[in-house]
């Protein structure tokens, strides 16, 4: 039941998304996730912090990201500490953000939207090098080894096979 229902919750928010109605596509994905927090996938993330985004519901976003993309953070601060503090406090007492890493690590689109909400919220201390690099390097990996078609605008993608061939014939350097 609660598949069926997020689902078409989803396809609700898709629907309005692409009518230009963004509050009212957020509050029906809102809704649908609220009740069934269990059948949340990561696509249902995805679009959930598109829409917030777009509507600048960073702290919304946060909040999604936390309870959905199972983001965590590191702090000195003991919980109780952090608890009696306001939202933008406690950013600023997290020394790190903690993502699930394996089968368990967090979609390429999730984490560069996670990035764009620290920075929104002006926690960017917690946007490391490393997980700038770390999206970058499965942006680079998706593009050129997971693509076996034509970009949007139409440019050619090398398929792993294409590419090994490439480097094969390419002239050595000297």
Known sequence: ??????????????????????????????????????????????????????????????????????????????????ASMDPEQQLGEFSSVLLPEGEEAAPLDIVSKMIVVLVNLKADHLVTVKECVKLNYQLLHSRVFNSRSRTPTGCWRPTPTTAATFFSTSPKAS
């Open 1 to 82: 039941m609660g598949d069926e229902y997020l689902r078409a919750g989803r396809e609700i928010a898709r629907l309005l998304h692409e009518r230009g109605e963004i509050e009212d596509a957020k509050n029906a994905l809102s809704e649908a996730a609220s009740k069934y927090p269990a059948s949340v996938g990561s696509e249902d993330v995805n679009l959930l912090l598109e829409l917030l985004l777009a509507l600048g519901g960073f702290h919304e976003a946060l909040e999604v990201l936390c309870q959905h993309g199972k983001l965590q953070f590191a702090s000195e601060r003991s919980p109780e500490e952090l």
